[in-house]
């Protein structure tokens, strides 16, 4: 029971926060929500009992004054918890996943096999490095499992991109 609790049923992006993206990214967005909706474990720190706070959860994130934000609410779309993170120790994985993002989809179209793994496996590394940041500053607050991270990041980097 504790389980099926503890996950998002809702995932929103802020519309005035999003960097309009080619249609590679936006795609990459509507996947990462997906696929963070039907697969995620995802809870609010200390809030394990069998209180009304305890999930499902919903999840707006967003940008505001240079940073990012995670608004849950509880299923009903109560609030329940703020956390504003400093985007500063995300700038350099950012800069560095966001340059590898535009070589590899400018590569997917001409490059050899071989290229594009290579710039692909970079940008899983940088993916991982910047997910298991998001853990880090995350840790106190919120607790989500790895895969779910990842999503996140993904969805963190469709914010952050301004192309």
Known sequence: MAGERRRLVAVTLD???IGRGNPDQEHERRIAIYDLVEENS??????DGPGPDGGP???AIGLQEGKL??????????????????????????KDYLMLCDTYYRAIRTASPSLIEAIDMGRRGLHDE????????LR????ADPGTLRRLFTLMTALHYKG
């Open 15 to 17: 519309e005035g926060s």
């Open 42 to 47: 995802f809870g609010l720190s200390g809030r």
């Open 57 to 59: 959860y919903r999840l």
């Open 69 to 94: 934000v995670f608004s849950v609410a509880d299923e009903a779309g109560a609030p329940l918890m703020s956390h504003l993170l400093s985007l500063q120790p995300f700038r350099s994985v950012l």
């Open 130 to 137: 910047g997910a298991a940041l998001l853990g880090e500053r």
């Open 140 to 143: 106190g607050k919120v607790e």
